[in-house]
């Protein structure tokens, strides 16, 4: 991989690698520090016409010319060989840009062997984003394309859906986070995903200003798609640009408007769920619990939410079902105490527990169960941050002696109140190694970031 070294002229190297197709030379980064001038990108951008080695070009953040698009627009054409693309400065999408963002993709509408198009933090609005549908209405190779962190708002996401016309992008992966969209452009998304030719099996719509409204009309039509198996809608809880919050909790809104959608249909292909900062309560607990039990959902994404011990009970007794799909939970940061832990306890499906962060502090003692074997797949369990005392520690160690979770792998404690108690920490850890020594306790590192300035 070329990142640019120093040298009194970069391009010459790399043009010669890409003339005589150096079989090493498959990435070229050429970082945004570097000064490269119009005429030597387009020397390199010639060579890549007929090279037929490089799959990988980063060129984030240099701005180039219209002459020099030009040249790398034909390029594009010709090329076979590239798979991954990344161009343009932070304004390369914005209005004011659109005849150069049209150029470039006249170019990618016939690279026939482009997959992965990186279009992250480059501007984009409405009049670029309606040139970029028709671009992928023509190219029928892209699977992977990163919008994110662009100016993309219901005009723009409206004129992105409806320049795609009849035809039916062949987007596998698409990223929209960070971005303005919120009702209106969330509706004219919902309108492509309810179509069978949609091959999307991975959206991501986290930081969008989304609201209850918006997250709805997403959440109501994907009892319709079977081929969306990760939706990452986190943080989608504002009204507007300023992350302002307005309105009902839009978690709660997602997960009943999918829990009657699911009445109605049981083509829910979902299997990853990401709702982070979503504010979802314990009323919108109940409603997942119905999604887990009539869905194969494998991993849900709840971290700083308001689910709390009665969401958290409800969230329980759907994955403790012997027909449960879910293998990873995160529940980080929800207000959950050791009342809530007791009631994961029957999840024998899980292999991963996420709980950083709440209040799992066994004040009151390791909570006991009548299950033979708790948590018995449990790979992984995070109780870093929960004020885990010393005390508390020594009677977690004294469980895992025990048997309790015999599968665990990893346990994260850092981040709990240690009290210059290392060497009892250390004592215990190491009590523990000695009876299950596949196991390893995780709290040293995260004391040593505490204990820096």
């Not at 987007?171 to 949609?198: F, M, Q, T």
């Not at 950083?356 to 033979?372: C, L, M, Q, R």
Request: charged share 25%.
């Amino acid at each position: 991989m070329a990142w640019g070294n120093p040298g009194p002229s970069p391009a010459d190297e790399w043009v010669k690698k890409l003339e005589t197709n150096d079989p090493a030379f498959r990435s070229l980064h050429i970082l945004s520090f570097r000064r490269i001038s119009q005429p030597d990108f387009q020397r390199i951008f010639a060579a890549l016409g007929k090279n037929t080695v490089l799959s990988e070009l980063y060129l984030s953040g240099h701005r180039l010319e219209s002459d020099t698009l030009k040249v790398l627009s034909d390029a594009l054409a010709t090329n076979k060989a590239l798979q991954r693309l990344n161009v343009g400065h932070n304004e390369f999408g914005s209005d004011e840009n659109a005849s150069n963002f049209q150029v470039l993709c006249e170019g990618l509408k016939r690279c026939e062997g482009l997959r992965n198009l990186d279009l992250e933090n480059k501007g984009i609005g409405a009049k670029c984003a309606q040139i970029l549908g028709h671009t992928l209405a023509v190219n029928k190779s892209l699977v992977e394309l990163n919008l994110s962190r662009n100016q993309i708002n219901d005009v723009a996401m409206e004129a992105l859906c409806e320049s795609l016309g009849d035809d039916v992008m062949s987007l596998e992966k698409l990223d929209l986070s960070a971005n303005e969209i919120s009702y209106k452009g969330a509706a004219s998304l919902a309108k492509l995903l309810v179509d069978e030719r949609v091959r999307l099996t991975e959206l991501v719509l986290s930081e969008n200003p989304l609201g209850a409204k918006g997250g709805a009309e997403i959440a109501k039509v994907l009892g319709q798609n079977q081929r969306l198996s990760v939706l990452k809608i986190a943080f989608i809880d504002q009204e507007s640009a300023d992350f302002q919050v307005v309105g009902d909790s839009p978690g709660d809104a997602v997960l009943s408007t999918l829990a009657e959608s699911l009445d109605a249909s049981s083509n829910f292909g979902v299997r990853s769920l990401w709702m982070d900062g979503c504010r979802i309560s314990h009323e919108g607990a109940i409603n997942l619990a119905k999604i887990i039990k009539h869905t194969r959902l494998e991993e849900i994404r709840l971290r700083s939410n308001q689910v709390g011990d009665e969401g958290v009970r409800y969230i329980s007794q759907a994955i403790s079902e012997p027909n449960s799909t879910i293998r990873k939970l995160e529940l980080g940061e929800n207000g959950i105490t050791t009342i809530g832990f007791e009631a994961l306890l029957s999840a024998n499906a899980l292999e991963y527990l996420g709980l950083f962060n709440n209040k799992v502090d066994f004040a009151n003692g390791v909570p006991s169960t009548e299950i033979t074997v708790p948590l018995a797949n449990l790979l992984t369990l995070d109780l870093g941050c929960n004020n885990i005392s010393t005390e508390s520690f020594t009677l977690a160690c004294q469980t895992l002696i025990s048997g309790f979770a015999p599968s665990l792998r990893t346990l994260e404690m850092g981040g709990n109140l240690v009290d210059g108690n290392e060497n009892v920490w250390e004592e215990w850890t190491e009590k523990v190694k000695q009876t299950r020594e596949m196991l390893n306790i995780m709290w040293k590192q995260n004391l040593q970031n505490q204990n820096q300035p």
